[in-house]
Protein backbone atom coordinates (compact mmCIF):
# COMPACT_ATOMS: atom_id res chain seq x y z
CA UNK A 1 0.00 0.00 0.00
CA UNK A 2 2.95 2.17 0.57
CA UNK A 3 4.13 1.93 -3.33
CA UNK A 4 4.09 4.61 -5.12
CA UNK A 5 1.05 5.55 -7.79
CA UNK A 6 1.65 4.47 -11.38
CA UNK A 7 0.25 7.84 -13.07
CA UNK A 8 1.36 9.33 -16.97
CA UNK A 9 3.58 12.30 -16.62
CA UNK A 10 2.45 15.45 -17.35
CA UNK A 11 4.32 17.69 -19.94
CA UNK A 12 5.55 21.17 -18.14
CA UNK A 13 5.23 24.32 -20.42
CA UNK A 14 7.83 26.57 -20.14
CA UNK A 15 7.74 30.04 -19.70
CA UNK A 16 7.94 32.20 -22.81
CA UNK A 17 10.80 34.50 -23.22
CA UNK A 18 9.87 37.46 -24.77
CA UNK A 19 13.13 39.00 -26.08
CA UNK A 20 12.75 42.72 -27.30
CA UNK A 21 14.12 44.96 -29.98
CA UNK A 22 15.56 48.21 -29.90
CA UNK A 23 12.77 50.75 -29.74
CA UNK A 24 12.41 53.78 -31.98
CA UNK A 25 12.23 56.65 -30.29
CA UNK A 26 11.40 60.39 -31.19
CA UNK A 27 13.21 63.21 -29.83
CA UNK A 28 10.30 66.36 -30.48
CA UNK A 29 11.03 69.87 -30.00
CA UNK A 30 7.93 71.33 -30.65
CA UNK A 31 6.15 74.40 -29.62
CA UNK A 32 3.48 74.12 -27.03
CA UNK A 33 1.16 72.26 -28.82
CA UNK A 34 -1.25 70.89 -25.77
CA UNK A 35 -2.95 72.73 -23.09
CA UNK A 36 -1.15 71.86 -19.38
CA UNK A 37 2.09 71.20 -20.89
CA UNK A 38 5.13 73.91 -19.43
CA UNK A 39 5.99 76.02 -22.59
CA UNK A 40 9.81 75.30 -22.64
CA UNK A 41 9.05 71.61 -22.58
CA UNK A 42 10.14 68.82 -25.44
CA UNK A 43 8.28 65.83 -26.34
CA UNK A 44 9.33 62.34 -26.79
CA UNK A 45 7.55 59.74 -28.84
CA UNK A 46 8.52 55.63 -29.14
CA UNK A 47 7.49 52.56 -30.85
CA UNK A 48 8.97 48.99 -30.51
CA UNK A 49 8.16 45.09 -31.82
CA UNK A 50 6.93 43.52 -30.10
CA UNK A 51 5.66 46.48 -27.56
CA UNK A 52 6.54 46.16 -23.84
CA UNK A 53 3.96 48.13 -22.49
CA UNK A 54 6.06 51.62 -22.65
CA UNK A 55 9.50 52.58 -23.01
CA UNK A 56 11.17 53.96 -20.26
CA UNK A 57 13.11 57.29 -20.73
CA UNK A 58 16.63 57.84 -18.76
CA UNK A 59 18.98 60.76 -18.94
CA UNK A 60 21.92 61.91 -17.60
CA UNK A 61 24.45 64.47 -18.45
CA UNK A 62 27.57 61.51 -18.31
CA UNK A 63 27.64 58.12 -19.50
CA UNK A 64 26.49 56.70 -15.99
CA UNK A 65 24.21 57.92 -13.44
CA UNK A 66 20.71 57.80 -15.59
CA UNK A 67 18.04 58.94 -13.87
CA UNK A 68 13.94 57.92 -15.43
CA UNK A 69 12.82 61.38 -16.67
CA UNK A 70 9.75 60.10 -18.60
CA UNK A 71 7.58 56.89 -20.02
CA UNK A 72 6.50 56.86 -23.36
CA UNK A 73 2.76 54.84 -22.46
CA UNK A 74 1.36 54.70 -25.78
CA UNK A 75 2.91 53.15 -28.98
CA UNK A 76 3.29 56.04 -31.58
CA UNK A 77 1.41 56.25 -34.83
CA UNK A 78 4.54 57.26 -37.45
CA UNK A 79 6.00 56.64 -41.10
CA UNK A 80 7.52 58.60 -43.91
CA UNK A 81 5.93 60.44 -46.69
CA UNK A 82 5.54 59.04 -50.35
CA UNK A 83 5.99 61.96 -52.26
CA UNK A 84 7.71 65.67 -51.99
CA UNK A 85 5.76 67.68 -50.01
CA UNK A 86 5.16 71.49 -51.13
CA UNK A 87 4.37 74.30 -50.16
CA UNK A 88 0.66 75.57 -49.11
CA UNK A 89 -1.43 78.41 -47.80
CA UNK A 90 -1.74 79.59 -44.35
CA UNK A 91 -4.54 79.98 -42.23
CA UNK A 92 -6.63 78.51 -44.54
CA UNK A 93 -7.37 75.51 -46.05
CA UNK A 94 -4.75 74.10 -48.26
CA UNK A 95 -6.98 71.88 -50.66
CA UNK A 96 -4.30 71.50 -53.18
CA UNK A 97 -1.98 69.66 -51.70
CA UNK A 98 -1.90 65.87 -51.00
CA UNK A 99 0.08 64.04 -48.07
CA UNK A 100 0.45 60.98 -48.89
CA UNK A 101 2.31 58.86 -45.84
CA UNK A 102 3.24 55.02 -45.31
CA UNK A 103 2.92 54.11 -41.65
CA UNK A 104 5.45 51.75 -39.75
CA UNK A 105 3.44 51.50 -37.14
CA UNK A 106 -0.62 52.58 -36.51
CA UNK A 107 -3.49 53.68 -38.17
CA UNK A 108 -5.21 56.77 -39.66
CA UNK A 109 -8.93 58.07 -40.05
CA UNK A 110 -11.01 60.94 -41.74
CA UNK A 111 -12.50 63.75 -39.04
CA UNK A 112 -15.31 66.01 -39.29
CA UNK A 113 -14.59 69.49 -40.03
CA UNK A 114 -15.67 70.81 -36.44
CA UNK A 115 -13.50 67.64 -34.84
CA UNK A 116 -10.32 69.14 -37.28
CA UNK A 117 -11.26 72.89 -35.78
CA UNK A 118 -11.15 71.60 -32.52
CA UNK A 119 -7.66 70.51 -32.78
CA UNK A 120 -7.92 66.66 -33.92
CA UNK A 121 -5.56 64.80 -36.31
CA UNK A 122 -2.56 67.01 -35.39
CA UNK A 123 0.61 65.63 -37.01
CA UNK A 124 3.89 66.60 -37.85
CA UNK A 125 6.76 66.55 -40.58
CA UNK A 126 10.43 66.90 -40.48
CA UNK A 127 11.77 69.02 -42.96
CA UNK A 128 15.86 68.65 -44.09
CA UNK A 129 16.86 70.83 -41.14
CA UNK A 130 15.29 68.89 -38.32
CA UNK A 131 12.97 71.31 -37.84
CA UNK A 132 8.86 70.17 -37.80
CA UNK A 133 5.79 71.31 -39.12
CA UNK A 134 2.89 70.87 -37.62
CA UNK A 135 -0.32 69.91 -39.36
CA UNK A 136 -3.71 69.62 -39.16
CA UNK A 137 -6.20 67.32 -42.02
CA UNK A 138 -9.25 66.16 -42.55
CA UNK A 139 -9.44 63.33 -44.79
CA UNK A 140 -7.33 60.00 -44.61
CA UNK A 141 -7.66 57.73 -47.87
CA UNK A 142 -6.01 54.17 -47.29
CA UNK A 143 -4.80 54.06 -50.54
CA UNK A 144 -2.74 50.40 -50.54
CA UNK A 145 -2.27 48.54 -46.80
CA UNK A 146 -0.24 51.53 -44.52
CA UNK A 147 -0.45 54.24 -47.56
CA UNK A 148 -3.10 56.61 -46.49
CA UNK A 149 -3.49 60.24 -48.68
CA UNK A 150 -3.86 63.20 -46.36
CA UNK A 151 -5.88 66.15 -47.47
CA UNK A 152 -7.96 69.15 -46.85
CA UNK A 153 -4.92 70.30 -45.00
CA UNK A 154 -4.30 73.20 -42.42
CA UNK A 155 -0.46 74.07 -42.69
CA UNK A 156 1.88 75.72 -40.26
CA UNK A 157 0.30 75.31 -37.26
CA UNK A 158 1.00 76.57 -34.06
CA UNK A 159 3.76 78.82 -35.50
CA UNK A 160 5.65 76.38 -37.53
CA UNK A 161 5.02 78.10 -40.86
CA UNK A 162 8.68 78.53 -40.91
CA UNK A 163 9.40 75.07 -41.87
CA UNK A 164 7.51 74.64 -44.28
CA UNK A 165 9.74 74.02 -47.31
CA UNK A 166 8.73 73.67 -51.39
CA UNK A 167 9.67 70.96 -51.10
CA UNK A 168 10.46 68.87 -47.88
CA UNK A 169 11.62 65.78 -49.64
CA UNK A 170 9.79 62.77 -50.03
CA UNK A 171 11.28 60.24 -47.43
CA UNK A 172 10.37 62.60 -44.10
CA UNK A 173 9.52 61.07 -40.81
CA UNK A 174 6.17 61.66 -39.79
CA UNK A 175 3.92 61.30 -36.54
CA UNK A 176 0.80 61.74 -34.77
CA UNK A 177 0.66 64.16 -31.90
CA UNK A 178 -1.33 62.51 -30.07
CA UNK A 179 -1.37 61.23 -26.75
CA UNK A 180 1.82 58.77 -27.53
CA UNK A 181 3.97 62.24 -27.27
CA UNK A 182 5.07 62.12 -24.14
CA UNK A 183 6.09 65.59 -22.27
CA UNK A 184 9.76 65.43 -20.91
CA UNK A 185 10.11 66.85 -17.48
CA UNK A 186 12.40 69.61 -17.96
CA UNK A 187 12.72 73.30 -16.65
CA UNK A 188 13.92 76.56 -18.16
CA UNK A 189 17.29 75.99 -17.03
CA UNK A 190 17.45 72.32 -18.95
CA UNK A 191 17.52 74.26 -22.09
CA UNK A 192 20.10 73.70 -24.72
CA UNK A 193 21.68 71.17 -22.43
CA UNK A 194 23.29 68.24 -24.65
CA UNK A 195 22.22 65.25 -22.75
CA UNK A 196 22.43 61.91 -22.58
CA UNK A 197 19.18 59.70 -23.11
CA UNK A 198 18.81 55.93 -22.48
CA UNK A 199 15.68 54.72 -23.85
CA UNK A 200 14.22 51.06 -24.25
CA UNK A 201 11.37 48.43 -22.12
CA UNK A 202 9.96 49.63 -19.12
CA UNK A 203 10.42 46.09 -17.47
CA UNK A 204 14.22 45.46 -18.30
CA UNK A 205 17.44 46.66 -16.57
CA UNK A 206 18.66 50.01 -18.55
CA UNK A 207 21.98 48.08 -19.55
CA UNK A 208 20.03 45.45 -21.20
CA UNK A 209 20.42 45.03 -25.01
CA UNK A 210 17.14 46.49 -25.67
CA UNK A 211 18.28 49.79 -24.48
CA UNK A 212 19.69 52.38 -26.99
CA UNK A 213 21.21 55.57 -26.28
CA UNK A 214 20.87 59.38 -28.01
CA UNK A 215 22.56 62.68 -27.21
CA UNK A 216 19.77 65.36 -27.30
CA UNK A 217 19.70 69.32 -26.38
CA UNK A 218 16.28 70.50 -26.09
CA UNK A 219 15.55 74.12 -27.73
CA UNK A 220 12.51 75.06 -25.79
CA UNK A 221 10.78 76.00 -28.88
CA UNK A 222 7.87 76.30 -26.85
CA UNK A 223 9.08 79.51 -25.39
CA UNK A 224 9.71 81.01 -28.94
CA UNK A 225 7.30 83.92 -29.87
CA UNK A 226 5.23 83.27 -33.24
CA UNK A 227 5.98 85.64 -36.18
CA UNK A 228 4.09 89.10 -36.69
CA UNK A 229 1.36 89.26 -39.28
CA UNK A 230 -0.40 92.02 -41.58
CA UNK A 231 3.12 93.62 -42.44
CA UNK A 232 1.97 96.90 -43.90
CA UNK A 233 3.25 100.42 -45.19
CA UNK A 234 1.88 103.35 -45.82
CA UNK A 235 3.95 106.21 -47.52
CA UNK A 236 2.81 110.09 -46.96
CA UNK A 237 2.75 111.83 -50.35
CA UNK A 238 3.87 114.93 -48.73
CA UNK A 239 6.83 113.84 -46.80
CA UNK A 240 7.73 110.90 -48.42
CA UNK A 241 7.72 109.37 -44.57
CA UNK A 242 7.06 105.54 -44.68
CA UNK A 243 4.71 104.07 -41.34
CA UNK A 244 4.93 100.54 -40.98
CA UNK A 245 2.59 98.13 -39.38
CA UNK A 246 1.99 94.43 -38.38
CA UNK A 247 -0.09 92.69 -35.83
CA UNK A 248 1.62 90.41 -33.36
CA UNK A 249 0.19 86.89 -32.40
CA UNK A 250 0.42 84.66 -29.06
CA UNK A 251 1.69 81.37 -28.23
CA UNK A 252 -1.16 81.28 -25.57
CA UNK A 253 -4.33 82.20 -24.51
CA UNK A 254 -5.16 83.12 -28.68
CA UNK A 255 -8.26 80.71 -29.57
CA UNK A 256 -10.70 82.89 -28.12
CA UNK A 257 -12.59 84.88 -30.50
CA UNK A 258 -13.79 87.48 -27.24
CA UNK A 259 -11.33 89.34 -26.34
CA UNK A 260 -10.24 92.59 -28.46
CA UNK A 261 -6.44 92.08 -28.26
CA UNK A 262 -4.66 88.25 -27.70
CA UNK A 263 -2.81 87.90 -24.20
CA UNK A 264 0.45 89.02 -24.76
CA UNK A 265 2.21 85.76 -23.17
CA UNK A 266 5.80 87.56 -22.97
CA UNK A 267 7.00 89.74 -19.97
CA UNK A 268 7.55 92.69 -22.32
CA UNK A 269 6.71 93.48 -25.97
CA UNK A 270 9.64 93.83 -28.22
CA UNK A 271 10.39 94.08 -31.50
CA UNK A 272 13.28 94.09 -34.31
CA UNK A 273 12.30 95.66 -37.24
CA UNK A 274 14.72 95.29 -40.68
CA UNK A 275 14.92 97.40 -43.32
CA UNK A 276 16.18 95.05 -46.41
CA UNK A 277 17.40 95.61 -49.89
CA UNK A 278 14.45 94.15 -51.55
CA UNK A 279 12.93 90.64 -50.84
CA UNK A 280 15.24 88.53 -49.32
CA UNK A 281 18.09 90.62 -49.59
CA UNK A 282 20.69 92.35 -47.20
CA UNK A 283 19.81 94.38 -44.60
CA UNK A 284 20.36 97.71 -44.65
CA UNK A 285 18.78 98.72 -41.25
CA UNK A 286 18.57 97.48 -37.73
CA UNK A 287 15.91 99.07 -35.68
CA UNK A 288 15.92 97.13 -32.21
CA UNK A 289 13.85 97.59 -29.13
CA UNK A 290 10.42 98.65 -30.40
CA UNK A 291 7.97 98.53 -28.02
CA UNK A 292 5.03 98.78 -30.28
CA UNK A 293 3.93 98.00 -33.68
CA UNK A 294 4.65 100.28 -35.72
CA UNK A 295 7.45 101.94 -37.19
CA UNK A 296 8.45 105.99 -38.90
CA UNK A 297 10.80 105.61 -41.67
CA UNK A 298 11.61 109.16 -42.34
CA UNK A 299 12.80 109.94 -45.67
CA UNK A 300 15.77 110.89 -44.04
CA UNK A 301 16.55 107.68 -42.96
CA UNK A 302 15.30 106.17 -46.80
CA UNK A 303 17.96 108.38 -48.60
CA UNK A 304 20.77 107.42 -45.80
CA UNK A 305 20.51 103.93 -46.71
CA UNK A 306 19.20 103.58 -50.80
CA UNK A 307 20.35 107.38 -51.99
CA UNK A 308 16.54 108.26 -52.12
CA UNK A 309 13.19 108.05 -51.05
CA UNK A 310 11.82 104.67 -52.51
CA UNK A 311 8.65 103.81 -53.55
CA UNK A 312 8.18 100.23 -52.22
CA UNK A 313 10.27 98.89 -49.42
CA UNK A 314 11.31 95.41 -48.21
CA UNK A 315 10.98 94.98 -44.10
CA UNK A 316 11.63 91.67 -41.86
CA UNK A 317 9.99 91.98 -38.51
CA UNK A 318 10.61 89.51 -35.52
CA UNK A 319 9.38 89.40 -31.79
CA UNK A 320 11.45 89.09 -28.87
CA UNK A 321 11.40 87.18 -26.03
CA UNK A 322 13.36 87.93 -22.92
CA UNK A 323 13.06 84.59 -22.10
CA UNK A 324 14.45 82.75 -25.66
CA UNK A 325 15.20 85.61 -27.29
CA UNK A 326 14.12 86.27 -31.37
CA UNK A 327 11.18 84.62 -32.14
CA UNK A 328 10.31 83.57 -36.02
CA UNK A 329 10.62 86.39 -38.46
CA UNK A 330 8.01 87.79 -41.06
CA UNK A 331 8.91 89.65 -44.60
CA UNK A 332 6.48 91.84 -46.63
CA UNK A 333 7.74 93.75 -49.24
CA UNK A 334 5.68 97.17 -48.64
CA UNK A 335 3.73 99.51 -52.05
CA UNK A 336 3.14 102.89 -52.31
CA UNK A 337 -0.21 101.89 -54.11
CA UNK A 338 -0.54 106.09 -55.36
CA UNK A 339 2.04 104.88 -57.69
Known amino acids: MYEALRVPERAVE ?19 FRAGEAE ?58 T ?44 VTPSTYDLGLLLRGQFGTEDAIRNPVAAGARFIMLDEAAAAVDMTGGDIGLLLNWRYGPIDEAIDDLAFKTEAHAFTGRGL ?8 QGKRDPGSDDWTFIWIRRTRIGGDSWEPDEVPLAETSEIYTLEILDGPGGAVLRTVTGLGAEAYLYSAAAQTADF ?30 HQH
Open 224 to 231: RPYSPVHL
Open 307 to 336: GSPQSNVAIRVTQLSPSYGAGAPAEALTYD
Open 40 to 97: ETGFVAADANPWPGAIAFYRSPTNDGFELNTLAELQATHGVTVFDFYSGPLYRYDRSN
Open 99 to 142: LRVTLTQGELASITEDALLAGGNLAAIENGDGDWELIQFQNAEL
Open 14 to 32: PDPVIVYGAATAFFLDLPA
